[in-house]
């Protein structure tokens, strides 16, 4: 069983930047992938940024160039799995509830940040993030 815990929301002003934070605990092995979506009310989690069970990272076309993943640190003794996601940039539209979520199922993680949420098996419970014009 794989917890996912994220960390580093807040409230910036436009152009600000902001960095999020996920742990996975549970497991150290690659075998994960890792991905950020985000959602606002009325809409449908949208994948951001991804690293597969590769190592191989994308993002969606609307935060390219701004947001960078980075990290998939494993601590083997720990069990624990880090993922950071760097975002410069901001914009009111980035304004959502980001979320962790990890699958180590084949088909899931190599849609990368193109995938469906529904897809994924572990969710952690969000972090929020507001951006003001």
């Known amino acids: 069983q794989v917890q996912l815990a994220e960390s580093g929301g807040g409230s910036v002003q436009d152009g600000g930047s902001l960095t999020l934070t996920c742990v996975a605990s549970?497991?150290?092995?690659?075998?994960?992938?890792m991905v950020w979506f985000r959602q606002t009310p009325g809409k449908e989690r949208e994948g951001v940024a991804a690293v597969d069970r590769d190592g191989n990272i994308s993002y969606s076309e609307s935060v390219k160039g701004r947001f960078t993943v980075s990290g998939n640190d494993a601590d083997i003794n720990q069990k624990t799995r880090t993922l950071t996601l760097q975002m410069d940039s901001l914009r009111p539209e980035d304004t959502a509830m980001y979320y962790c979520?990890?699958?180590?199922?084949?088909?899931?993680?190599?849609?990368?940040?193109?995938?469906?949420?529904?897809?994924?098996?572990?969710w952690g419970q969000g972090t929020q993030v507001a951006v003001s014009s």
């Open positions: 549970g497991t150290a092995h690659s075998t994960y992938c």
């Open positions: 979520a990890a699958d180590r199922r084949r088909f899931v993680c190599d849609s990368g940040a193109q995938g469906s949420p529904y897809n994924y098996g572990y």
